[in-house]
């Protein structure tokens, strides 16, 4: 199995890195923007996610954890700071699909990111709050029509303890980080299982909402 992890010197992707280096039989390929990884992508540009692409060849799976917003409050909001969230979290991940499928072997997946905000939202959190809305859609509907048995799906993470440690509960009062192993285990089985379609949400469920 040939794998990219895009955000791979993050949180979420270097734990997800971790477990996936521990299976039999993955090749796992990491990029960022700036890290010490084996490709250098601005998911924010089409031109670097084709030329990754083409640097990589064909691979198997293709996991996301990379992407980021404006953290403004409503008030001081401009259509400036959306685009923020829309060039790199929604766009950007939206390329790696239209790009990235000519790339993908039969049966391969990819795996977004999306994130607990767009159902349970914090002050500032607008711009992640579409974002992730739009990435949960978007592989709804992109999942009826891709072609050669790909599968695609989105995890909607939840605050993980580390990030959680670094903001405190100021922010989102009353709600418990949930286990970054529950996170990397929805990764693992979104790229490698059967379903296609699916928001896979990792939230501590006392604590966290889920719109209905
Ligand atoms: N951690 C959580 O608790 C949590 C909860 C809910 C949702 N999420 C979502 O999960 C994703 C990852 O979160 P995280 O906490 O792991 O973030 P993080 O620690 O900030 O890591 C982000 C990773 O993505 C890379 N990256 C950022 N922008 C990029 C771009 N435009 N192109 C390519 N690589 C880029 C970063 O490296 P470079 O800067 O070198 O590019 C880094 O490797 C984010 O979308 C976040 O909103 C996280």
Known sequence: MKVIVIGATGILGKALVNALRKQNGMQILTASRTGNTDLTVDIAEAAQIRKMFNQAGPVDAVICTAGSCAVVPLDRLSEDDLYTGIKSKMIGQINLVLIGKDYLNEGGSFTLT??????????GGINYAMANGAIDNFVLAA?????????????SPGWVPDQYAGVGTSHLPGQLPVSI????HAYYKSAFGFLT??????WEESTQWVRK
Request: charged content about 25%; glycine content about 6%; cysteine-free.
């Open 114 to 123: 999306s994130g607990f905000l767009s159902d349970d939202p914090m002050p």
């Open 143 to 155: 999942s009826i029509e891709l072609k050669n048995r790909i599968r695609i799906n989105a995890v």
């Open 181 to 184: 192993d529950s996170v990397v």
């Open 197 to 202: 379609g699916q928001v896979f949400r990792v």
